[in-house]
C-alpha cells in the first residue's frame, strides 16, 4: 500500500544549526511534493513545492531536494531560529487526478535559543 | 492578503447531535477540499469540489457525513449524528483551480471538533 513516513519524534535544535527533515515513501510515484508547516490549532501554511523532475529548489533559508530513485525528500532549514519551531508536512500528490494530496503525519521542529 | 475563512473555530457537542462546519475559500478559487485531521496525524482529504461539483468524495463517510458548494463559492460539512471518532480538526483549504503550476493549497483555520 501507498505509504508516507516522517521521523515522529521530534527534532530539537540549537538556533543557528541547520534542521534537516526526511520524508520518505513507498509505492507511489508522484508528480510533485510539497512542503507545508503547521503551528498548533492553525491550519498549514505552504512552504515550497517540487517536481519529480527537479532534484532541488531554494526558497530565502529553506531548501528541500528530491530522490526520485531512493524515494526520498530532504527539507533543510539553514540558520535555524527559534521562529522556525513548528511542525512541518511533506504532502504527495496521489494516483486518481492532480492537486490529490497525501500527508505525512508531519515532524515536530524545536530550535531552541 | 486573501485568506480562507471557516466557522466555527471551535465545537462541543454530544455523540447523536448534528454538526455543522462552513468554509469560505479565497475569491475565485475554484477548487475546494474539506480534511479531517486527527491530532498527531497528517490531514486527510474527506471531499474536493471543483466548482459546484464533487470530484473526489471516495474517503468521506457517507453514511453520516455530508457536504456541498451549491453555488460553487462556500460550502457546508455536515455530520448527523456525530460520534465521538469524529473528535479532529477540520480543515478547509482552496486552490485557484486543478492544473499544473497552481498546485499550492491554502488553508483555513480550522474547526476543532470535540464530541462528547
Known amino acids: 500500500s501507498q505509504k508516507i513516513e516522517q521521523n515522529s519524534e521530534a527534532l530539537n535544535i540549537q538556533e543557528g544549526k541547520t534542521a534537516t527533515l526526511t520524508c520518505n515513501y513507498t509505492?507511489?510515484?508522484?508528480?510533485?511534493l510539497q512542503w507545508y508547516r503547521q503551528d498548533p490549532g492553525r491550519g498549514p501554511v505552504f512552504l515550497l513545492l517540487?517536481?519529480?523532475?527537479?532534484k532541488e529548489k531554494r526558497k530565502e533559508r529553506l531548501k528541500v531536494t528530491f530522490d526520485t530513485t531512493l524515494k526520498q525528500s530532504l527539507f533543510h532549514i539553514t540558520a535555524s531560529q527559534p521562529a522556525d519551531s513548528a511542525t512541518y508536512l511533506c504532502?504527495?500528490?496521489?494516483?486518481?487526478?492532480?492537486?490529490?494530496?497525501?500527508f505525512g503525519a508531519g515532524t515536530r521542529l524545536a530550535v531552541h535559543p | 492578503e486573501a485568506e480562507v475563512a471557516q466557522s466555527p473555530r471551535y465545537k462541543i457537542t454530544e455523540k447523536s447531535q448534528a454538526v455543522a462546519f462552513w468554509c469560505d475559500p479565497i475569491?475565485?478559487?475554484?477548487?475546494l477540499y474539506w480534511y479531517r485531521q486527527i491530532l498527531g496525524q497528517g490531514p486527510e482529504l474527506l471531499v474536493q469540489?471543483?466548482?459546484?461539483?464533487?470530484?473526489?468524495d471516495s474517503q468521506l463517510p457517507k453514511d453520516r457525513f455530508s457536504a456541498e458548494r451549491l453555488k460553487g463559492v462556500d460550502s457546508t460539512l455536515k455530520i448527523q449524528p456525530a460520534e465521538l471518532g469524529d473528535s479532529a480538526m477540520y480543515l478547509c483549504?482552496?486552490?485557484?483551480?486543478?492544473?499544473?503550476?497552481?498546485?499550492?493549497?491554502?488553508f483555513g483555520p480550522g474547526t476543532r471538533l470535540l464530541v462528547l
Open positions: 483549504a482552496s486552490s485557484l483551480r486543478v492544473s499544473e503550476n497552481q498546485e499550492t493549497q491554502y
Open positions: 509505492n507511489y510515484s508522484p508528480a510533485y
Open positions: 517540487i517536481r519529480e523532475n527537479e
Open positions: 504532502a504527495l500528490n496521489r494516483s486518481g487526478g492532480y492537486n490529490k494530496l497525501i
Open positions: 475569491s475565485g478559487h475554484a477548487t
Open positions: 469540489f471543483q466548482d459546484e461539483s464533487v470530484v473526489d
